[in-house]
């Protein structure tokens, strides 16, 4: 506690706030979906936009789909559903960023439209350790990824390379959210995670249900 104190008073002392933390909310309002999506993205789209502020600042607004298709059994469905039962690159919203983004990695994403879609992060040694968990949300720029089908995940990775221009996509970490509430909400996590939290209906076997998503916001890698 001492030595907080004296950093805090050091950076006061040279004419430096220290950083405060975020304080986020979700604001939910009837919005289309932007028209840089293709229409057969869009269609795919709620017009719910669950945009998240930093106190009046705007980081981003976020479209969910109106519902999935699961590959889970229906007692899978019963017990809850994971992530892990959808097929991976299922397109499952879309953002916009008014302003440049810091993804997971700490990469910048430009100010625009991108679609999102299910990644799962490879299991091998450069990726060890890098993420509490290892499914994710691939950004891709909306002018480049037009078709709403799933497609290979070296594909998407492509893709979503371009939102950054480098190798590596463009990534939003999912925490699990097990029991999602029927409003979405911001939630602070972990090691100053900041997730949106969500739900979309799901159909996996005839039997409907409900998939809840906790979307990183605010937060990156501890990973060098």
């Not at 892990?84 to 879309?94: D, F, H, K, R, S």
């Not at 983004?101 to 679609?115: A, E, H, L």
């Not at 968990?133 to 002018?143: R, V």
Request: glycine content about 6%; hydrophobic content about 40%; charged content about 25%.
């Amino acid at each position: 506690m001492i030595r907080i104190l004296a950093v805090g008073t050091f950076l006061l002392a040279m004419g430096i706030a220290p950083a405060a933390d975020p304080k986020l909310t979700v604001k939910v309002e009837e919005q289309e979906p932007p028209k840089d999506l293709s229409d057969a993205v869009r269609a795919l789209l709620d017009n719910k936009a669950m945009s998240v502020f930093d106190d009046a600042k705007l980081l981003c607004t976020v479209w969910a789909c109106k519902s999935l298709e699961s590959k889970a059994t229906a007692e899978e469905a019963k017990a809850g559903l994971k992530y892990a039962n959808l097929e991976e690159t299922t397109v499952v919203g879309a953002a916009k960023f008014p302003e440049q983004w810091i993804d997971y990695r700490k990469q910048k994403i430009k100010p625009g439209v991108y679609t999102l879609r299910l990644g799962l992060q490879p299991m091998d040694g450069d990726h060890q350790g890098t993420a509490p968990f290892n499914d994710f949300l691939l950004l891709s720029p909306a002018d480049k990824d037009k078709k709403p089908e799933v497609v290979e995940a070296k594909e998407m990775h492509e893709l979503s390379a371009k939102s950054v221009g480098r190798k590596h996509p463009g990534i939003m970490l999912l925490f699990p959210n097990k029991k999602p509430t029927d409003a979405p909400a911001v939630e602070a996590k972990p090691k100053e995670h900041w997730t949106l939290n969500f739900q979309i209906p799901v159909t996996a076997a005839g039997e409907k249900a409900n998939l809840g998503f906790s979307l990183v916001v605010v937060g990156v890698t501890m990973a060098e």
